[in-house]
């Protein structure tokens, strides 16, 4: 089955502690992106890659990082420098130039204790 | 700055009722506008989709209107039932190089009731 998986589902993390989001796909697709969701906020772009060893900052990038090593892998590190960490991550991924349908994970909810 | 704003927020239908739901954007370089729906606890699912040259898309129960002197368009879910029951994101997008950025919406929970 193609599709994107992010893991964990849930996450908790300690304050001052760095944490990195998986995300993987199988879909030979080459955009992928990273966004927050918050409640009442809707979806907001962290980050976004389209080709290998290349990613742009989104809307909210502060206190994330991210690489493109592989093109199946777009892991999301939230840094202790992110003020409010807490909130629902979604992984997603585009197939080619001129496409724009956006494929989902299924999302990781991070959570700072 | 919210490029694309949505409404209601929430919305209850009666189960058979009709279901709209609204979204206004600003910057006329978007030329892809779709909407997702979105289970509790999963990632959002790609709708129902309508580029502005054309003014009226139908999928079974979905359609959307676009006006594009408006620069608005809208969600109608008619014939509602309680597996619609979910929150629906509108969205829009812009061709940057290679790549698409979607811009979404605040998100309507919609519940329909039997």
């Known amino acids: 089955d193609g599709g994107i998986t992010q893991s964990p589902k849930y996450l908790f993390r300690k304050e001052g502690q760095n944490v990195t989001l998986s995300c993987e796909q199988n879909?030979?697709?080459?955009?992928m992106y990273w966004y927050r969701q918050d409640p009442g906020q809707g979806l907001r772009l962290i980050y976004y890659?389209?080709?290998?060893?290349?990613?742009q900052k989104g809307d909210i990038a502060e206190g994330y990082s991210v690489s493109r090593e592989k093109k199946e892998s777009f892991p999301l590190t939230v840094t202790s420098a992110q003020k409010n960490p807490t909130a629902f991550y979604l992984c997603?991924?585009?197939?080619?130039?001129?496409?724009?349908?956006?494929?989902f994970g299924q999302g990781t909810r991070l959570t700072v204790v | 700055q919210q490029q694309v704003k949505q409404s209601p927020q929430s919305l209850i239908v009666q189960k058979g009722g009709i279901s709209i739901i609204n979204c206004a954007y600003e910057?006329?370089?978007?030329?892809?506008f779709p909407w997702y729906q979105q289970f509790p606890g999963k990632g959002p699912a790609l709708l129902i989709a309508?580029?502005?040259?054309?003014s009226e898309k139908k999928e079974g129960r979905f359609t959307i209107s676009f006006n594009k002197s408006a620069k608005q368009f809208s969600l109608h879910i008619m014939d509602s039932q309680p597996g619609d029951s979910a929150t629906y994101f509108c969205?829009?997008?812009?061709?940057?190089?290679?790549?698409?950025?979607?811009?979404f919406g605040t998100g309507t929970r919609l519940q329909v009731t039997l």
């Open positions: 890659s389209q080709i290998v060893n290349d990613f």
């Open positions: 910057n006329t370089a978007f030329d892809y």
């Open positions: 969205a829009a997008s812009i061709q940057t190089g290679t790549a698409s950025k979607l811009t």
């Open positions: 309508i580029r502005p040259d054309v």
């Open positions: 997603a991924s585009i197939g080619y130039a001129g496409t724009t349908e956006a494929f």
């Open positions: 879909l030979n697709h080459d955009a």
